[in-house]
């Protein structure tokens, strides 16, 4: 063979083997890989319809590497789980592997690091790990897709971001908590100090907490919405269900229109915003997160309006507890009433269209109507307000409050109405600018009154003396 020939043949031959390592170095494989395969840094895994992707990617600036799932088919490429948040890696060694229990295990290149892994308490028989088209990463066995039978799923452990099909809320039996936790920043995705989730002191409600301290309530659900979040309304363009059983508590979202994508996420900066795709990310939660939001606003026994110039108000029956705090703008203090109640003679006055009080101290029964339920109430000199469990069908159930009634929002839109607990003084006691009129009016009809009698009695006793003296009278 003349040197030619050889020299082709290595060139060829060279060029062959770097094109196999190009290709084992970057492999796109189909939604599936199996205990014998590897996902490394350049490969992608795709779900079925393109929506999703899984590979190693770097958010924002950060040069670091994450396994992660990103939507695929949209330019903004926006994150929506990652599994190694915490543990970042530093150079494109990592290495995902499937092993024959089940467990996806993320290596920093050698096989002795692990930077991540997932776990599964159920037995595995041929398990593969695939990447649905909902975005939910999971591990099953082969030949079963019973979502109830899978062995992990990325759904069980969201991060910022809740996806359409997440049951986001609490697994009381094994303690699961499917809450939203933020990035620290846009470009470092380990856990920042907000969460978003469902907790089940009192009735189960969202809270939106800044590490311990709660900045936001949703309310209890009520039968139609989280009751101070209209943006949760089973009509809405995804369709809630709200699901509380003795072993869980959840809020589960299936879209309409399958052509629709939306996300729930929670930002670095605490604000939590619903998105739906048009061509751009649309933040879809109508007027945002105001400031009558924020836990506890007006303090305790105070209504928070918006739409007022002077945004707290206190119930009626109740004034500022320090009125120079209130005037300076400052209604965390709260309110307290005017008049000691009476159990017996009080009386309970509608308050409609509210986020009703938080429900540390409450009762509720689920068949009782709304009349058994105020009568209930009066009886009880605690019961401070009642009011329907839940407003769908008219209303139905129970609801009674004991103690202060705290973060109260009003909705002009909501079908929440809540009958608070009066002293019998507060019956009687004006409501309005209109009283004063009506103070006036009595007054000059009783000045008018007792002019007219005077002088019916002076005219009386004029007659009676002048007809003792014999001096003609006259006849009107």
Not at 416 to 428: C, D, K, M, T
Request: glycine share 8%; hydrophobic share 35%; charged share 20%.
């Amino acid at each position: 063979m003349s040197l030619m020939k050889k020299t082709s043949a290595l060139i060829f031959l060279f060029s062959f083997i770097f094109i196999l390592l190009n290709l084992a170095k970057s492999e796109t494989f189909s939604d599936i890989i199996n205990a014998t395969q590897t996902l490394k840094d350049g490969d992608i895994l795709k779900s079925a319809n393109g929506t999703f992707e899984l590979g190693f990617f770097s958010p924002g600036s950060s040069t670091l590497r994450y396994l992660s799932i990103r939507y695929n088919n949209i330019p903004e490429k926006s994150f929506a789980w990652i599994g190694n948040r915490q543990l970042g890696i530093n150079g494109s060694a990592g290495v995902l592997r499937l092993t024959e229990d089940g467990i996806l295990v993320l290596n920093d290149g050698d096989n002795t690091t692990s930077v991540w892994s997932s776990n599964t308490t159920i037995v595995a028989l041929d398990p593969v790990a695939q990447l649905l088209d909902t975005g939910n990463l999971v591990v099953r066995n082969r030949d079963d897709n019973n979502s109830e039978n899978y062995l992990w799923q990325s759904f069980d452990y969201p991060g910022d971001t809740g996806l359409t099909g997440v049951k986001f809320g609490l697994n009381k039996k094994t303690g699961l908590d499917r809450s939203l936790t933020s990035w620290k920043t846009s470009d470092d995705p380990s856990r920042g100090n907000y969460t978003y989730g469902i907790v089940i002191t009192g009735l189960p409600q969202i809270v939106l907490r800044n590490s311990s301290a709660i900045r936001y309530r949703s309310g209890p659900w009520n039968g139609r919405q989280f009751s101070g979040a209209p943006y949760t309304r089973s009509d809405s363009s995804d369709n809630i269900t709200y699901v509380s059983t003795e072993e869980e508590v959840y809020v589960i979202s299936t879209v309409r229109n399958s052509s629709i994508l939306t996300r729930l996420y929670l930002n670095p900066q605490g604000h939590i915003e619903w998105y739906i795709w048009t061509g751009t990310w649309l933040n879809n939660i109508k007027g945002g997160m105001d400031v009558c939001d924020i836990y506890r606003t007006c303090g305790a026994n105070g209504i928070c309006d918006k739409n007022n110039l002077t945004i707290c108000s206190c119930l009626n029956g109740f004034e500022p507890k320090d009125k120079q705090e209130w005037k300076l703008r400052t209604w965390t203090g709260g309110c307290a009433r005017k008049n000691k109640l009476n159990c017996s003679s009080d009386w309970f006055q509608k308050v409609s269209g509210v986020k009703v009080p938080e429900t540390k101290n409450f009762w509720y029964n689920e068949t009782m109507n709304l009349e058994d339920c105020g009568r209930l109430c009066l009886k009880n000199c605690s019961c401070k307000a009642y009011g329907n469990l839940k407003v769908t069908e008219g209303g139905s159930g129970c609801l009674q409050w004991f103690g202060d009634l705290i973060d109260m929002k009003s909705f002009p839109s909501s079908e929440q109405n809540i009958y608070i607990r009066l002293s019998a003084l507060e019956r009687a006691a004006p409501k309005n600018t209109n009283s004063s009129k009506t103070v006036r009016i009595a007054v000059g009809v009783s000045f008018s009154v007792a002019a007219l009698v005077i002088g019916v009695l002076t005219y009386v006793i004029w007659r009676r003396k002048h007809q003792k003296n014999g001096t003609p009278s006259f006849r009107l």
